[in-house]
């Protein structure tokens, strides 16, 4: 499997974190210095699904692909724009595409699962064109009350492209169940049945659990994968880490004794976009030609779950 082509799309309205402070007893200080995130992009005007359409198309016309010719569609999110139907359906008639459709959500790390999803369709000859749209409002789920939580996220969506081909090297998904730690619940109905039903619950996240977990294994998949590919991290052009906290992508960074400049981030811009932050990151790279032909790619994101995924890919554009 091969990346064809990119897109990103992120919503019209710029939250910074003096913004934050009119309504939640935080600073930009306390914000900057603790994540890197100075400000964020939440849904205002637009909707969830009008940002997967827009990431769509852009990495449609960057790979030069047609909706017509796709063979699957995958849309990763941690809640779509409805319960049902999948937002993949959703993105499927806006795009006028007629190919099988489904979403996946593997929280945060959603994105490398959706990889290694298209990767096993178009291994076993199912489908050899599959556009995969990231797509996240986490403004929506979270309490806009809670400081602890709210001022980290960001809305967005990040797409790609990827078709047979000899890019992708490996990958590593990984699942460790955790739920007290980072949670949200919510069914709109009203069944007379069920016994324990969770309460409607904004984001919850244990913090400090979170960033010891993130720390510790993406710096072990990093490892693991470059070393199966019989790769040392010097060898690394490129390190794409899920925009969840610069101190988490300093962390790593020092684990793999590598220098700032192979560790690209957007998260001052963004917030953390959920699963769209490693493909929006890969999208503003792939825009701004900063990935040339042969460069090596390692990508890894974390999230609830917990869950982790990797990747190591060449860049074959
Ligand atoms: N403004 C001001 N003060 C705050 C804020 C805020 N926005 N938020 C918390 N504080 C306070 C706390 O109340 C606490 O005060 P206290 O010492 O008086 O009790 C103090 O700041 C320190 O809080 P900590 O939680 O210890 O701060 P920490 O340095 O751990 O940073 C953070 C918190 C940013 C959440 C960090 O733990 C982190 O990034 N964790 C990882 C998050 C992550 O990666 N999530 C990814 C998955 S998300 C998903 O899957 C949906």
Request: proline residues 4%; aromatic residues 6%; hydrophobic residues 40%.
């Amino acid at each position: 499997m091969k990346i064809l082509g990119t897109g990103s799309a992120l919503p019209e309205k710029v939250v910074c974190n003096d913004d934050l402070t009119l309504f939640l007893d935080t600073s930009d200080e306390w914000i900057s210095t603790r994540t890197g995130i100075r400000e964020r992009r939440v849904l205002s005007e637009e909707t969830l699904l009008d940002l997967a359409n827009r990431a769509a198309e852009n990495a449609l016309e960057n790979a030069k692909v047609a909706a017509e010719d796709l063979d699957m569609i995958l849309v990763t999110t941690a809640k779509g724009e409805a319960v049902t139907p999948a937002t993949a359906c959703m993105v499927q008639g806006a795009i006028g595409a007629h190919c099988p459709a489904f979403d996946l959500n593997a929280a945060c790390a959603g994105f490398l699962y959706a990889l290694d999803t298209a990767d096993a369709f178009i291994a076993s000859k199912k489908a050899k064109t599959i556009l995969i749209v990231s797509a996240e409002a986490l403004s929506r789920f979270c309490d806009w009350k809670d400081r602890s939580t709210c001022v980290l996220f960001g809305d967005g969506a990040g797409a790609v492209v990827v078709g047979e081909g000899d890019g992708l090297i490996g990958t590593k998904l990984f699942a460790q169940s955790n739920e007290p730690i980072l949670y949200a619940y919510g069914d709109p109905g009203n069944s007379p049945y069920e016994r324990e039903k969770h309460p409607l619950t904004p984001l919850h996240m244990a913090g400090q659990e979170v960033y010891k977990f993130a720390v510790s294994h993406s710096s072990r998949d990093l490892l693991e994968l470059i070393e199966r590919a019989g790769k040392t991290p010097d060898e690394i052009d490129h390190y794409l880490l899920h925009q969840a906290n610069l101190r988490i992508v300093e962390a790593v960074r020092h684990r793999l004794h590598q220098p700032e400049a192979k560790f690209p981030h957007n998260i001052e811009r963004t917030g953390n976009t959920s699963s769209a932050s490693v493909p929006i990151l890969l999208d503003e790279l792939n825009r701004a030609g900063k990935l040339k032909t042969g460069d090596l790619i390692a990508m890894s994101a974390f999230g609830a779950g917990l869950s982790t995924g990797a990747a190591l890919l060449r860049w074959t554009l």
